[in-house]
Structures are given as C-alpha cells and as structure tokens.
C-alpha cells in the first residue's frame, strides 16, 4: 500500500500559480471572522485572485479550512460561476433556456462559436473572450439574451452579434 502524498510539500502543477497570489488568499481566509460556512465566499474570492480555481488552489482551501478536497471539488464543480480551467479577459455567456431557445439563442450561439472560431467553454486564440453556454439567466422577458461579464444584452439579433464584440475587443 503507499502512502499518501502530503499536500502540504507538494509542488505546485499550475506554472502560473504565484506565491504572492497564495500569501493574498491566505491572508484573506486568516482574516475571516470564521471560516465556518464560509467555503463559497472564499472561492469566490479565490477566483478573483487566480481567474481560476485549479486543483493546487482547491487543495490550498481544504488545508486552510481542515476540509477534505473533494468537498471543496464538490462544491467548485456543483456551481456553475467557478471555473477549473483559464479563462479569457471577458466571459460570454449564450442564455440557452427555454424562452432564449424558443426565439433563436441556439442561432445566437451557433453563429459566437464561428465569429470566434471556439467551442463552448473554450477561450478565444486572442484570450479575449470565453464562450460559456448557460441554462437560464433569469431574463425570460428580453430572449434571446446573451451576457458579457455581468452585462445582460436581450433580445439579441445575429446581426448584432459582430457591434458587441467589437465593444470589448476595443
């Protein structure tokens, strides 16, 4: 049987994982009142720092807050905001609920995925752009809706499809 690794001495995987961006998360988490129930708010915060969540930042979590990792995999993975992978400088995201599929949002996505030559959940070669495909924004009344970051655009055409990338491409 071997032995389990301790996480502790184990190098980080990620080459662009900074130690000044771990001493920034460990301090946030030291500051904490109480970490008790407070997982999701220091991802989110982990998230900001590293733009991802990558398996040496979850594995940094469960140690700071005495958490088995696959609780913090759990929970990272269940949601849909966190991200495991790099992400591009803006996250477009195509609304593909019922209502935005009904008036055309699957048109909408087909015609992101050519325009930036990316699949979902893929970045763009510029690293501009992030094409994420979601469910349901909750802006039934506006479909089809896209988001840019926390920008809701509704009731988009395919033709405004080129003067909203060429806001955040600028």
């Known amino acids: 049987m071997t032995k389990p690794q301790d996480i502790s001495v184990m190098e980080p995987m990620e080459e662009d994982l900074s130690k000044e961006k771990f001493d920034e998360l460990e ?8 970490t008790k129930g407070a997982l999701i708010e220091i991802l989110h915060k982990a998230q900001d720092i590293f733009d991802y969540l990558p398996r040496d930042v979850q594995l940094f979590v469960a140690r700071k807050l005495g958490i088995p990792g696959a609780e913090v ?3 990272v993975s269940f949601y849909s905001y966190f991200t495991t992978k790099p992400r591009g400088k803006h996250t477009l995201s195509v609304c593909l609920g019922t209502a935005c599929f009904v008036r055309g949002a699957d048109k ?29 924004i909750g802006a039934c009344g506006l479909a089809p809706v896209i988001m ?13 499809i080129d003067e909203i990338l060429k ?4």
């Open 73 to 75: 995999f759990g929970v």
């Open 27 to 34: 301090k946030f988490i030291d500051n904490m009142e109480t």
């Open 108 to 136: 909408i996505a087909e015609r992101l995925k050519e325009k930036l030559g990316v699949e979902s959940n893929e970045i763009t070669e510029d690293g501009v752009f992030t094409l994420k495909d979601i469910r349901c």
């Open 167 to 170: 806001t955040y491409r600028s």
């Open 148 to 160: 840019v970051d926390d920008k809701v655009y509704g009731r988009v055409k395919e033709e405004d």
